[in-house]
């Protein structure tokens, strides 16, 4: 199946400080992909929808001044944690679509980052 | 009202035998797509097996199977001859119909937690 990469795998920061996170699908190309976050002992939460060239789409209830998401091409997206509080430590998991697969509907998931924030 | 709904919390089974994880959804769409995932205690997401509502065979990928059954909408993993490997989180997702712009989303449910035993 495709590969995506998700860069750093830990963090640890301080309170007020930004953090970002990337995730890249190395042998395929990507037009959409996906940041959800992961509570312990919960379920993925999609926060939203990374479109290479233009706006994320955010789902209700994630700000998206406080969680800022870049497609700069097509193999890279970022997640930007600005000003981060100890409540965002989280599991951030990112995935894309091989849209040029086969079925091409699944979802491949990087390995995810855990954020600590101090 | 939930649209995956997972009731096992956790499963129990023993080495060599089958266990079947439940999973139900909700759904109006008449094209959506059905997804299992394996989650290990480091965190990355490892796909599964996959199931199109216009599929008419159930998927099978290796010692997993799908048992769709599209009336009583539900969808759930057989894992055949279990492996002590085989003990993670397991989530079910539903895609339901495609948006314009290559929107994609996945609802996840609550996760079961499969213990394979000696």
């Known amino acids: 199946g495709a590969v995506v990469s998700q860069h750093p795998s830990w963090v640890i920061c301080k309170s007020g400080t930004s953090v970002k996170i990337e995730c890249r699908s190395l042998d395929f190309q990507a037009t959409t992909m996906f940041w959800y976050r992961q509570f312990p002992k919960q379920s993925l939460m999609l926060m939203a929808t990374?479109?290479?060239?233009?706006?994320?789409?955010?789902e209700q209830g994630v700000e998206k001044d406080k969680f800022l998401i870049n497609h700069a091409s097509l193999t890279l997206s970022t997640l930007t944690v600005t000003s981060a509080h100890p409540e965002d430590s989280s599991f951030y998991i990112c995935?894309?679509?091989?849209?040029?697969?086969?079925?091409?509907?699944?979802?491949?998931f990087g390995p995810g980052t855990r954020l600590l924030v101090l | 009202a939930q649209k995956i709904t997972q009731t096992q919390p956790g499963m129990f089974v023993q080495e060599k035998e089958a266990v079947t994880l439940d999973c139900t959804y909700d759904t109006s769409d008449q094209s959506y797509g059905l997804f299992w995932y394996k989650q290990p205690s480091s965190g990355e997401m490892i796909f599964l097996i996959y199931q199109g509502s216009y599929d008419e065979q159930n998927a099978t990928e290796g010692r997993y199977s799908l048992n769709f059954q599209k009336a009583r909408k539900s969808a759930n993993l057989v894992i055949s001859a279990s492996q002590l490997g085989d003990s993670a989180m397991y989530f079910c997702?539903?895609?339901?119909?495609?948006?314009?712009?290559?929107?994609?989303?996945?609802?996840f449910g609550t996760g079961t937690q499969l213990k394979v035993e000696l």
């Open positions: 990374s479109n290479e060239g233009s706006k994320a789409t955010y």
């Open positions: 995935s894309a679509r091989d849209e040029g697969a086969t079925g091409g509907e699944t979802q491949y």
């Open positions: 997702a539903m895609r339901e119909a495609l948006l314009t712009g290559g929107g994609n989303k996945l609802t």
